[in-house]
């Protein structure tokens, strides 16, 4: 496990004193990332990144990376996020360096050829080339280097972190060149209005995770068909049962919903209450988030901030212009601050028309399980759906009869953190990562047959002149053997 006992983060003042706007920032240039993908794809070439040995010693790098700047990077996330210690070891370091764990376990047997049945019929797992990922502001690090160990794991890459969270990227683009491969691995430092121009350089894969460039991502990569994979947030519906244990439901929403500010792309974007729960539902919200961040949460050393103002202000104009306030409701520009619960939310509100990466919590009302399913497929499917209710019935109606990215029943965004389960949207985006889910993004599952001349006296009955009853035996042995998989040896 990483070091735990380093001093606690430091207080809300030190890190506005710290924080210089303005600060320059480096930056990479499509004509440099020319000789970066060139670099890149000589090295790739080479078979420089094939031998097992060679990906896993990345892998070590990374994780030895993780635990030698472990106070490197709560700095640089507290500069850009005011991002508490613990939410930057446990969400961003131990959820990469358990990745990375996991592929250095189980590498050698995703690169083992899978066989199937009679001819030696391989399906290998065959590295695509030099992939480009591009990380979020959300969960920066997270988001940047666990789709990266998955692309250690078969190939080169260009990682691009985001401009919104300026010290972070600036970490990354000085501490990778001397743990990772400076030939295979490379970071640049790009805004998002270059990152179009750089996707038609021509990788072999691209990784995103941005739905509002999203769309001009997709169409870069179109254009010299090059394979995508989108990881784009949504509105994440959180159905409250009336049966419930509502004090655990109300810490594991106030958790989800409020930890990093809620920038986070699998927090819950609103609750649909049952109306038999709701008001004791309110009310423990209120009881959680003091016992959380205390009477005053913009002195409390676990709360964050906004990533910027923009954001901020998109925020609060949607809250301003939608139901009432009973939790919260201050905003602090300078702070980038504004945790609130809202009741009385209508579907129509402008807080529910777009998506709201910050902590704010709508609640709407509904009757029943019928209502909250019927509500939820009116939607654009999301990329997380959340149940709460004691009664299994409930949580699978939600489960089988909704369509969402990824489902998680009494609790909000551990699915999403899983090296076992794909993570990935649907209809939001296109594609998943996590564990072998990354290894085989980044890879090409490749059809091959090894075949002999054994059986000649056989296959000879497909060639030409066609007769009826070559013909005949053909139709006789296939039907013989469709039960054992054998059409291709019989061919």
Request: proline share 6%.
């Amino acid at each position: 496990l990483l070091n735990m006992s380093s001093p606690p983060s430091p207080s809300p003042t030190r890190w506005f004193k710290a924080l210089r706007l303005g600060e320059p920032c480096l930056r990479t240039y499509p004509l440099e990332c020319v000789d970066l993908l060139r670099r890149a794809r000589i090295a790739f070439q080479a078979g420089r990144t094939l031998k097992e040995c060679f990906r896993l010693t990345q892998l070590e790098a990374l994780v030895r990376m993780l635990e030698e700047h472990e106070c490197d990077f709560v700095d640089a996330l507290g500069r850009d996020l005011h991002k508490p210690r613990f939410e930057t070891v446990v969400f961003e370091l131990i959820t990469v360096k358990n990745e990375a764990l996991h592929a250095l376990t189980n590498l050698k047997k995703w690169m083992q050829p899978q066989s199937t049945t009679l001819d030696e019929c391989l399906v290998i797992s065959e590295p695509l080339g030099v992939v480009f990922i591009m990380g979020s502001w959300c969960n920066p690090v997270q988001m940047c280097l666990v789709p990266l160990v998955g692309a250690i794991a078969a190939n080169c890459a260009l990682v691009s972190p985001s401009e919104y969270t300026v010290h972070t990227a600036e970490l990354l683009h000085r501490l990778i060149p001397f743990y990772l491969d400076n030939e295979c691995f490379h970071v640049i430092l790009a805004g998002i209005s270059d990152l179009p121009e750089i996707v038609e350089l021509k990788f072999d894969h691209v990784f995103f995770t941005n739905k509002e460039e999203g769309g001009k991502i997709a169409v870069a990569a179109a254009r010299t068909l090059t394979p995508v994979t989108l990881i784009l947030g949504s509105k994440n519906p959180c159905y409250v049962d009336q049966n419930c244990d509502v004090p655990t439901t109300v810490q594991r929403i106030a958790w989800a919903c409020f930890h990093n500010a809620g920038q986070s792309l699998t927090a819950p974007s609103y609750i649909l209450c049952h109306t038999d729960v709701k008001a004791r539902l309110v009310q423990a919200l209120k009881c959680c988030l003091m016992e959380f961040y205390g009477p005053d949460p913009r002195e409390s050393r676990s709360f964050g901030r906004m990533v910027n103002l923009d954001i901020f202000s998109r925020t609060r104009d949607l809250l301003w212009r939608s139901g009432k306030v009973v939790v919260g409701g201050q905003v602090t520009e300078a702070e980038k601050y504004i945790p609130t619960v809202l009741t009385e939310v209508a579907e129509s509100d402008p807080i529910m028309q777009q998506e709201v990466f910050g902590p704010v919590l709508p609640i709407l009302s509904v009757n029943d399980v019928d209502e909250a399913i019927a509500f939820i497929n009116k939607q654009e499917k999301p990329l997380c759906v959340y149940a709460y209710s004691t009664n299994s019935k409930v949580i699978s109606r939600i489960m089988q009869e909704t369509s969402s990215g990824s489902f998680c029943s009494n609790d909000c965004i551990l699915q999403s953190l899983m090296v076992a389960l794909p993570f990935g949207g649907v209809a939001c985006g296109m594609g998943s990562f996590h564990g072998r889910y990354s290894f085989e993004t980044f890879s090409h599952r490749k059809a091959s047959l090894l075949r002999g001349t054994r059986f000649e006296c056989v296959t000879y009955l497909r060639f030409p002149p066609y007769e009826d009853r070559n013909l005949s035996l053909m139709t006789w042995a296939c039907a013989l053997s469709q039960k054992s998989q054998g059409w291709c040896q019989i061919l």
